[in-house]
């Protein structure tokens, strides 16, 4: 039982080339989500998705896309990468609220620099 | 928008000292729950409180959810160097939706 695995660990990018970022759990959750965490600025939400095939917008959307084709995986998209886009991103999943109140299991965290 | 406010943002003890970290929600909570990150690491939950007034241990980690359902602390005492990280809170809402608080990074003086 791995958990939430996230691919890569690490990337350097140059500004304005693209990226994508897998994250698989193993868990048979149905909620996903993608945080970037900043020095001083905690946790913020990007994006998530209730069930395979759904999407919904957090509190920094912009920049990024995801999709969620298959239960297990969730994708995160850059476009075109730009310097303020530099932080740690974090999957998470979870089962539906109704069963453990949201509770959230972290995968280890992909850094990412922006050139 | 709902915010959680979380203080203090550092706090430096000596090791054996105690430490509490305290979060205030603007609107009432349906629950609070706490997660733990370890110095290059990711979140990792701690526990869940749901009841107005509860009060959980977790051996040294005291947790504690106010009368009114908008404001939590987590306490530890006697701390030692395992206790090194950043201790998160997390506001959970009507509609299950996590509102996290910034962290209190917690260092131990050598």
């Known amino acids: 039982n791995a958990g939430v695995t996230q691919t890569p660990k690490f990337r350097v990018l140059k500004t304005g080339q693209s990226m994508t970022l897998l994250c698989a759990q193993d868990m048979n959750h149905e909620y996903m989500y993608w945080y970037r965490q900043d020095p001083g600025m905690g946790l913020r939400l990007i994006h998530y998705s209730v069930g395979e095939g759904t999407t919904a917008k957090g509190e920094v959307p912009d920049g990024y896309n995801v999709s969620r084709l298959k239960k297990q995986n969730f994708l995160l998209g850059l476009e075109s990468a730009a310097p303020s886009q530099t932080s740690v991103y974090f999957c998470a999943s979870s089962y539906s609220p109704d069963r453990e109140g949201n509770i959230q299991y972290f995968g280890a965290g992909t850094r990412l620099s922006v050139l | 928008g709902q915010q959680v406010m979380q203080i203090p943002q550092y706090q430096h003890v000596q090791e054996g000292e105690d430490f509490t970290t305290y979060c205030n929600s603007s609107t009432t909570l349906s629950n609070i729950q706490w997660y733990k990150q370890r110095p290059g690491g990711h979140p990792v939950f701690l526990i869940q409180l749901v009841k107005s007034g509860e009060v959980k241990k977790q051996k040294r980690l005291t947790f504690q959810f106010g009368e009114a359902k908008k404001n939590s602390s987590l306490h530890i005492t006697a701390t030692q160097t395992t206790d090194v990280g950043t201790y998160f809170c997390?506001?959970?809402?009507?509609?299950?939706?996590?509102?996290w608080g910034a962290g209190t990074k917690l260092i131990i003086k050598p």
């Open positions: 997390a506001g959970v809402d009507s509609n299950y939706q996590l509102i």
